[in-house]
């Protein structure tokens, strides 16, 4: 759903107001903008449009990059990607624009949680006029983001293994394998942002402040944890599926044994039945009025023997 959003802090940042124009100091934020708002933002802001669309291309990867008006840094955030009622993690890019110091710009393809918070006045010290701040103050949140969506990532693995020792279908492999292919997007997506956040810290794009540099050295960290998180997991669940499977193979050669052993204790009645039924002289069964009731007796008596003999061969 297309969406421009234009937010400016009060002076003493204590609060976020919703604009209807653009002002110095402000904050504006498209989401999945028509080509027409794309138009009005490059005029207003005297900014190439080309720059925007190619800043929202699906397949864009993270770097840094600079005009003469702006400054431009494009990071991957995580979302969850709901797909046949397997919840999976994947991830979209964020473009950050810091135009002439006057004006914070994000774009994006779709909603992300990561901004949510500071619609929604929930991180301390923000202010959209400090620019440098409102930039490391996101990267540190989309880096705590992906932890977030990890720990989840862990949840399922967990509930996966409670449910393996009884498995004999596949759903659980598939919801794995899953599960390994977010962890594929997380860790490129974080070793991607990693990159921008060491350029950040060692070039001279931005200006940092103390306290900016102390924030920035946190979204480092972790980012740098969420790799490693990552890689642990990937690695656990890469074991876990080879495990899972030997698993359901054992499960159902265990049920085919059990199967072929009912079927050997159910065909003895029948073998008992088909012979007492030729056409042969039966002797003293003929004219027995008890015989039926000792043919029973006969195929439930072997029947119990074979189904013993079968238990004590673990084979039942």
Known sequence: MAMLEIYKSNTDGSKLKQLTNITSGCWINLIQPTDMELENISQKLQIPKVVFQNALDDEE????????????????VPYIHEKNQYTSVRTKPLCI??????????????????LNDFKNNKIKDFHTAKKSRFMIQLLYRVATLYIK????????????ENKMMQATKNNELVRLMGLEKSLVYITTSLKANGIVLDKILKGNTIDLYDEDLELLEDAIIENDQGIETSNLYREILSSMTDTFATIISNNLNVIMKFLAGITIVLSIPTMVASFMGMNVPLGVFKTNPYSFLL????SVLLSLLVAYWLKKKDML
């Open 61 to 76: 990867h993270p770097h840094i990059d600079s005009g003469d008006k702006y400054q431009l840094f494009i990071v991957d």
């Open 97 to 114: 624009m810091i135009i002439e110091n006057d004006y914070f710009v994000t774009l994006s393809l779709q909603q992300t949680e990561v």
């Open 149 to 160: 969506y990890l720990n989840i990532i862990h949840e399922h693995m967990e509930k996966a």
């Open 295 to 298: 043919l029973i007796l006969i």
